[in-house]
């Protein structure tokens, strides 16, 4: 079974620009999240999509946001990029009905913010 | 929310056991708690995950006392592939609360 894909695997982007950033979720999960680890940092809680919807978001701006299409892949986009968002963007999805709150993460996006 | 805690790091010697608490003084009623283990440049792994009392599978134990308020993770018999950096998650139910702890990076010695 295919884990949970994450497109591209770098990213640079000069600031002031737009990043798009792709995931793929485990065949059959529902529910997606997006992350952002800064270095050395731990794990922020950026988004949350199911079944199309976005049903919470973490402490973040309005510039970061994105969609969930109707095959439940994600994308994150990020405008006016600055250059501390230079992260390791974390995508992980979630079965539902499957154990609670166990999420499936995949291997990031380097975003890179010059 | 649930703001949790854990030490920064932790150093072991292979074939030991390791605990790793994370404190969380204000886990709600609905939240759980889940643990995930990262290596670098990776996404980070499911290892367990429990509401209360005692969970164990194949990977590690977990125990969360009767005030919840903490909960220990414990590897068994580590090995150099066990360095890592290990979360604590609480999250409640409608994922509405998420709290990542900071992560204990565990250095395991041969």
């Known amino acids: 079974e295919a884990g949970v894909t994450q497109s591209p695997t770098h990213l640079i982007k000069t600031r002031g620009q737009q990043a798009t950033l792709r995931c793929s979720p485990i065949?059959?999960?529902?529910?997606v999240y997006w992350y952002q680890q800064a270095l050395g940092l731990g794990l922020q809680f950026l988004l949350w999509?199911?079944?199309?919807?976005?049903?919470n978001r973490g402490n973040f701006p309005p510039r970061f946001s994105g969609r969930q299409f109707p095959n439940y892949s994600s994308e994150l986009n990020v405008n006016a990029l600055e250059l501390e968002d230079s992260a390791l963007y974390l995508c992980a999805s979630s079965f539902e009905g499957g154990r609670a709150y166990e999420q499936y993460f995949g291997p990031g996006t380097r975003l890179t913010v010059t | 929310l649930a703001k949790t805690t854990q030490p920064i790091s932790m150093d072991s010697y292979e074939g030991q056991e390791v605990n790793i608490t994370c404190s969380h003084n204000?886990?709600?009623?609905?939240?759980?708690i889940t643990w995930y283990q990262q290596f670098p440049s990776q996404g980070p792994r499911f290892i367990i995950q429990g509401y209360k009392t005692k969970v164990t599978n194949e990977v590690a134990s977990l125990f969360i006392p009767a005030d919840r308020k903490s909960s220990t993770l414990s590897l068994p018999r580590v090995s150099l592939s066990d360095t890592a950096v290990y979360y604590c998650l609480v999250a409640s139910g409608g994922y509405q609360k998420v709290t990542f702890g900071t992560g204990t990076k565990l250095q395991v010695i041969p």
């Open positions: 204000n886990i709600a009623t609905n939240d759980y």
């Open positions: 999509y199911d079944e199309g919807e976005e049903r």
């Open positions: 065949s059959g999960h529902t529910s």
